[in-house]
RNA sequence: GGCGUCGUACCCAAGCGGUCUAAGGGGCCGGUUUGCAAAACCGUUAUUCGCCGGUUCGAAUCCGGCCGACGCCUCCA
């Protein structure tokens, strides 16, 4: 049975979609301005993990993340590079993509732009003007009237009074009802440039909470079942999703929302404007492995701030180099794959904490105990009857979950020689030789392994 | 100021009132194995859970206070 804590109740519920055997999920996805940084891919790590455990319990998932290809960043960055927005956005998109792919992170579904939605947005802000839940200024904007919507609040539970935004309302330069409200459509103004789009009530752009309100409901449906995001999301962002769509659509909108804790560096929150970061590329060249990131993204639960550091570098190749080696052991112990092989009882146990809210620090917990007993029986030749195949199907299932395994690489003919030329001068006990070898095929990258029915390579 | 999270070994980290003389991982040290290594395995590393009180037959777990770290309160994953 699954079961997450859900941020709208701040308890663990169990989890039923509201088609049988479906889940309709969405994700906030980047801001294309700029390189997404690990503390980003932290969230999505984490949406990529939800999806594969909502597969795994036999669901079938539609999951969609936005880009938001227009605001006030992307309108800046690309006025300040001198470059169109488009042309910006979309350099940025596929650097998000590649970024994505690296890590393993199964694509979604689609991946909406906000620009090319307007349509959606400009009829969701009609039928909210309509309905008297928003109201134009006179340069063009609309806004949002928190005050018509009573349940406002419910998700970050926040109590709005006079005096918190009594400062804010001062400087602010729109000329707002109340300060908690907020943007639906921003009127055109000399900044934007040629950014803008018509709508009935003048020239502008979507504000940004409309448009995941907007897009969600069209690929989703109104009353869809997860939304996630980063906790810093849960307000103002997703409060006003929830305000605009219910008020909008006149039905219940998102059943489950998880967030996301922060990523932490030195301390930390890890944010762009601290400057404090780290963007996949940079780690790529420190020699992070999308393997060992995806360990030090997963080994913590994800309401838990964890802390990123390259000190823990070493910690992660060393669990990828153990779980490789185990997986070689193991196909090295089942000749034959057995068919109808079942899975081993911890298997279960795996499930089951992965089904209660994604619990990856203990189904960790649970195969590494489930390795060691392995490993013993086959150091002490004592695997029973098609053990060998049923770790097998554990360790494929584990992996679906945590991606930590990489890839067997194919050995290169030249190492393969090298190999064999060691292997006659340890028959001929030439130790020296034999050393000198190995030492040689190390600095190629690969590490040998002499075992009982003989040397093995793997690589480095 | 308001709302909220957290503080467990050298480091990371689980712990959802009794099976906790506290999982799991990394590291350290010792051992088995090995030509030597590597890997794997075995053993050792917190009588203690930030501090002080309280509730209870029983608390790392609940309550109160204090100290410390962090997040949100309309840029933010």
Known sequence: MLQFYNSLTRKKESFKPLKEGEVSLYTCGPTVYDEAHIGNFRTFMFEDLLKRVLILSGLDVKHIMNITDVDDKTIKRAADQNMPLQELTEKYTKMFYDDLEWLKIIPADDYPLATQHVDGMISM???????????KDD??????????????GQLSHLIFEEQQSADRMASDEYSKEAAQDFALWKGWKDDDGNVVWDAPWGKGRPGWHIECSSMSTEYLGDHFDIHC??????????????????CASGKPFVNTWLHSEHLMVEGGKMSKSEGNYYTVNELKSQGFTPENIRYQLLSGHYRTKINFSLAKKQEGEKIVKRLSEFKARLKAESNETKLGAEFPKEYQLFQENLFCDLDTPNALAVFFDYMRKINRKIDNDNMGEGEASAALLFIEKFNYI???????NAIPGEIINLMNERETARLEKDWALADEIR????????????????SKLSKK
């Open 125 to 135: 802000i009609a039928s909210l003007l309509e309905k008297g839940h928003a109201y």
């Open 439 to 454: 030492s040689k095929i190390d600095s190629l990258g690969w590490n040998v392994k002499d075992t009982q029915s003989g």
């Open 229 to 246: 995001g980063g906790v810093d999301n849960m307000f103002p962002h997703h409060e006003n999703e929830i305000a605009q769509s219910q």
């Open 139 to 152: 340069d063009g904007s609309v806004y949002f009237k928190v005050a018509s919507f009573p349940k406002y």
């Open 402 to 408: 945590f991606g930590i395994i990489p890839d067997d």
